[in-house]
Nanobody, 124 residues
């Protein structure tokens, strides 16, 4: 069982930055992909970014060039650096993990393990 704990959400003005962190506990060796998805009220889940054990990354078109996913394997921690934030980035952000291999950031919305989420609010 993998446990994921997010932190780093908050409120920021448009154009600002935030960095989300996700600490992974448990049988982390069983996962080969980690990522983030977000969900705004009344909207479907949107896969944002994924990364595999080799550091291969993929991003949703909506965040490409603004968000960066990274991981510190020694600390079992995943990060999402978010720059140039816009009001449409407002959502609950979830850290996810899965034993599979994926090529599309949209798949993060269906990963097996999920954290409790952290809220990101961007004001105009």
């Amino acid at each position: 069982q993998v446990q994921l704990v997010e932190s780093g959400g908050g409120s920021v003005q448009a154009g600002g930055s935030l960095r989300l962190s996700c600490a992974a506990f448990g049988y982390t060796y069983s996962t080969s992909a980690m990522g983030w998805f977000r969900q705004a009220p009344g909207k479907e889940r949107e896969g944002v970014a994924i990364i595999d054990v080799y550091g291969y990354t993929k991003y949703a078109d909506s965040v490409e060039g603004r968000f960066t996913i990274s991981q510190d394997n020694a600390k079992n921690t995943l990060y999402l650096q978010m720059n140039s934030l816009q009001p449409e980035d407002t959502a609950m952000y979830y850290c996810v993990a899965d034993p599979g291999a994926y090529q599309d950031a949209r798949e993060a919305a269906r990963f097996r393990y999920r954290g409790q989420g952290t809220q990101v609010t961007v004001s105009s």
